[in-house]
């Protein structure tokens, strides 16, 4: 059905036989619109042909007398029975008589825009009848000036232009085939390929379209023909080439399904599905080609003979037929994955698109044009950066794992969006100071304060574009830097799993400086806003000054939580990623604010704590940790063989590769801690880094354990014996029976003196 189908498709070349139905189709899109405007423009209303041969010069002398301004005041006068009172004349300068209000009230806002609706209204009405006449002159002229050629040869010669912008169109097709191979060799699992691939069908599209307009406009434009006729067929063909043209770029972009390109859903330009892709492939060329001939049409009248009512009510039909399209367009939109189990949520937004466009009608209808593009940039403006935002995000998004996942630097994605972004604001302000009426030469010469308002709210966009701007690239740039400098477990030079210092570094300060730049930024911006609409900011500074004093009085918690905490960054006392304890709180670091940490124990609860009452900092997560701890043996033990015993269980677990990428030195025993009561206290250590002592030590109570036994070592431990006691039953040296009770309290005694002397010790 389209020329451009397969093209740049995966299988290459087209089969020959679609081509043929490519053409036609592509001849029929744009042939189309013209024989229709030529065909209204040549055909009168029946009822109006009458006059036009019998009278034509008094017909024409009416209709001039008609458009007059002052007869047209006087008409609109006398059809005004209000407006011809007895009164006496008004004034100089006072108001017309439309915009006085009754007697005991105020003409507000509201009652003097109905009164303009209801007058739109009635001129649609009353222009309505003189249509006839109007198209009848409009066929009178057109028909004098194709005197010497018919209408059937004009259209026959049109087509042949047709002919030859296809035959140009379908040699340019010829001669590009290695371009076209070269699109399609694109990898698609990269960014680059993506981008190169839209980029090339962009380009290709491009070309099919200026070979057709040049070999159909250019070919026309070669011969001499009567000014109206090369008026009125080049407007309608250059909507055609418009027309033609939108189909063209938006297939590039949409790829819909019907081109049979592999991997379509992958090398779009936007993230869509095959559905949504065929519908707006499908619909948005029939509005914007029925957009076009009506905007050709629109040109073409006035000079024809169509008076500013007539076109007026013209646009009226104009505008219902492209309402009837977008709501056709707007309900036959498949549903996306994710509305397609919430029907209600289909529907809404389909009634609420459905109730925009009728108030964009409405709007029309009414006269009010102002309304209407504020209206139309409220919705499309927005809808327009949202889609570029997800356009450039899909295009640039990392590659595949099979490609190496290349990426595009955060820098060049913020600056592509956001300079797009830029040029639609820029230009939806342009249209709106057209609407408007407004112009730079105007609007800098003039000192009214309506002027000096619009220049204000002008540097305000600029301003508030330009910091928007800068912050996206900053935040790139610091989102970029978090990504790599993520702390997390590297392998370091001797394949050893450690946290890198630079990274937890980064990763604890950029938050708080991101967040310090935004807050800049913020306070710059709106100072310089204020500037730009002639508000003093000398005081305003003073005044914030002030009121800053004053609030650091009042929030003196808060002022002692910040600066003590920029002192801690400053003193780098810990990062994101290290385990801390400080008082009754410990915990690894998970984040900062600009008063507060955030700690996370190694059971769950997360603990907020203010600088303010962090107070001294235990850092055990800094560069090497030395654990010591003690273990009994008996009195006839050899310690000089238990030494040796203790040293090589501590070299075999350095030499475990559980362990040895943590271990710095050996557990080696330091020597006698002390006389228990009932064994010697051997004094042990071992040094690793951060980490990596807790796991290795139960292995080593383990194995010393088990060597002990094997060589006979003692492992003592308290037992109770209980002598001398009198049994109040029996005679005075009888033992007392000593009960499981009795010998757990009695151990359990000595076990806690134990061990509050080792705590007391260490």
């Known amino acids: 059905m389209l020329l451009m189908k397969r093209r740049l498709g995966a299988r290459e070349p087209a089969r020959p036989a679609r081509r043929p139905g490519n053409l036609t189709a592509m001849f029929v899109l744009i042939a189309g619109p013209l024989v229709l405007g030529i065909a209204l423009l040549l055909a009168g209303p029946a009822q109006a042909q009458a006059p036009a041969a019998v009278a034509p010069d008094k017909v024409k002398q009416l209709f001039e007398l008609l458009d007059d301004p002052s007869v047209k005041a006087w008409v609109a006068e006398q059809r005004n029975p209000a407006a011809g009172s007895t009164e006496a004349p008004a004034e100089a300068g006072a108001p017309p008589a439309d915009a006085v209000a009754a007697p005991g009230q105020m003409n507000t806002m509201a009652s003097s825009t109905l009164d303009r609706i209801k007058h739109h209204i009635e001129k649609i009405v009353r222009t309505v009848p003189t249509l006839p006449g109007q198209f009848a002159r409009v066929r009178a002229q057109t028909m004098d000036d194709m005197s010497s050629k018919g209408p059937v040869s004009i259209l026959v010669l049109i087509a042949i232009f047709i002919a030859a912008g296809?035959?140009?169109t379908w040699a340019i097709y010829k001669l590009t085939r290695p371009f076209r191979l070269w699109i399609i060799a694109q990898p698609r699992d990269t960014p680059i390929g993506r981008a190169k691939k839209i980029g090339g069908r962009t380009l290709y599209s491009s070309m099919m379209i200026g070979s057709f307009a040049l070999g159909s406009a250019g070919a026309f434009m070669l011969f001499d023909w009567p000014a109206l006729i090369r008026e009125i067929v080049l407007t309608f063909l250059m909507a055609a080439v418009f027309t033609w043209a939108v189909r063209l770029y938006v297939m590039a972009t949409l790829v819909p399904s019907f081109m049979e390109v592999e991997h379509a859903i992958e090398v779009r330009a936007l993230p869509i599905t095959n559905g949504a892709a065929d519908h707006w492939a499908y619909w948005l060329p029939r509005i914007v080609g029925v957009f076009a001939f009506f905007a050709a049409a629109f040109v073409l009248l006035p000079g024809l003979g169509i008076d500013q009512d007539g076109m007026m009510v013209l646009s009226v039909g104009a505008d219902f037929i492209l309402?009837?399209?977008?709501?056709?367009?707007?309900?036959?939109?498949?549903?996306?994955?994710?509305?397609?189990?919430?029907?209600?949520?289909?529907?809404?937004?389909?009634?609420?698109?459905?109730?925009?466009?009728?108030?964009?009608f409405l709007e029309r209808i009414a006269g009010l044009y102002t309304?209407?593009?504020?209206?139309?940039?409220?919705?499309?403006?927005?809808?327009?950066?949202?889609?570029?935002?997800?356009?450039?995000?899909?295009?640039?998004?990392?590659?595949?794992?099979?490609?190496?996942?290349?990426?595009?630097?955060?820098?060049?994605?913020?600056?592509?969006?956001?300079?797009?972004?830029?040029?639609?604001?820029?230009?939806?302000?342009?249209?709106?100071?057209?609407?408007?009426?407004?112009?730079?030469?105007?609007?800098?010469?003039?000192?009214?304060?309506?002027?000096?308002?619009l220049r204000g709210l002008i540097n305000v966009v600029v301003i508030a574009l330009a910091a928007d701007f800068g912050w996206s690239i900053i935040k790139a740039l610091i989102e970029r830097k978090l990504g790599v400098a993520i702390p997390q477990a590297v392998m370091g030079e001797e394949d050893i799993l450690t946290l890198d210092p630079h990274q937890a570094r980064l990763h604890t300060l950029l938050p708080i400086i991101q967040n310090i730049l935004l807050a800049v930024i913020i306070v710059m911006a709106v100072l310089m806003m204020l500037a730009s609409i002639g508000i003093q900011i000398g005081p305003l500074i003073a005044g914030a000054g002030v009121v800053g004093v004053a609030v650091g009085f009042g929030a003196q918690t808060i002022v002692k939580d910040v600066i003590s905490g920029v002192f801690y960054l400053l003193d780098d006392a810990f990062r994101v990623g290290e385990y801390i304890s400080s008082g009754s709180y410990r915990g690894t670091v998970e984040?900062?604010?600009?008063?507060?940490?955030?700690?996370?124990?190694?059971?769950?609860?997360?603990?907020?704590?203010?600088?303010?009452?962090?107070?001294?900092?235990?850092?055990?997560?800094?560069?090497?940790?030395?654990?010591?701890?003690?273990?009994?043996?008996?009195?006839?033990?050899?310690?000089?063989?238990?030494?040796?015993?203790?040293?090589?269980?501590?070299?075999?677990?350095?030499?475990?590769?559980e362990f040895k990428h943590w271990v710095i030195e050996p557990i080696k025993m330091q020597g006698v801690q002390e006389f228990g009561e009932y064994?010697?206290?051997?004094?042990?250590?071992?040094?690793?880094?951060?980490?990596?002592?807790?796991?290795?030590?139960?292995?080593?109570?383990?194995?010393?354990?088990?060597?002990?036994?094997?060589?006979?070592?003692?492992?003592?431990?308290?037992?109770?014996?209980?002598?001398?006691?009198?049994?109040?039953?029996?005679?005075?040296n009888a033992p007392l029976e000593v009960t499981p009770e009795l010998r757990m309290a009695v151990a359990q005694s000595h076990t806690n003196r134990r061990r509050k002397k080792a705590s007391t010790t260490e």
Request: charged letters at 20%; zero cysteines.
């Open 166 to 168: 296809l035959a140009l």
């Open 323 to 360: 309402l009837l399209l977008f709501l056709l367009a707007i309900w036959r939109r498949p549903r996306t994955q994710r509305d397609g189990a919430r029907h209600s949520g289909h529907t809404a937004v389909t009634w609420l698109l459905t109730a925009y466009f009728v108030v964009l």
């Open 371 to 453: 309304f209407f593009w504020f209206t139309f940039t409220a919705f499309f403006l927005p809808l327009a950066i949202v889609l570029t935002e997800r356009g450039v995000n899909f295009v640039l998004r990392p590659g595949s794992e099979d490609a190496g996942r290349p990426t595009i630097p955060a820098v060049t994605i913020a600056v592509i969006d956001r300079g797009i972004r830029m040029i639609f604001i820029l230009a939806a302000a342009y249209l709106l100071a057209r609407v408007l009426g407004l112009d730079m030469q105007s609007m800098r010469g003039s000192d009214t304060t309506t002027m000096l308002i």
């Open 591 to 657: 984040s900062f604010s600009l008063r507060s940490v955030k700690l996370r124990h190694h059971r769950g609860p997360l603990f907020t704590i203010p600088f303010g009452e962090l107070g001294a900092v235990q850092n055990q997560s800094r560069d090497w940790v030395t654990d010591k701890f003690n273990i009994t043996v008996g009195y006839h033990t050899d310690i000089d063989f238990a030494r040796k015993l203790i040293k090589r269980i501590g070299l075999e677990l350095a030499e475990d590769p």
């Open 679 to 732: 064994g010697i206290v051997l004094r042990v250590k071992v040094t690793t880094r951060p980490g990596g002592a807790f796991s290795m030590k139960g292995r080593f109570f383990l194995r010393l354990r088990q060597a002990f036994k094997e060589q006979g070592i003692e492992l003592p431990f308290p037992t109770v014996h209980v002598q001398g006691l009198q049994d109040p039953h029996g005679t005075e």
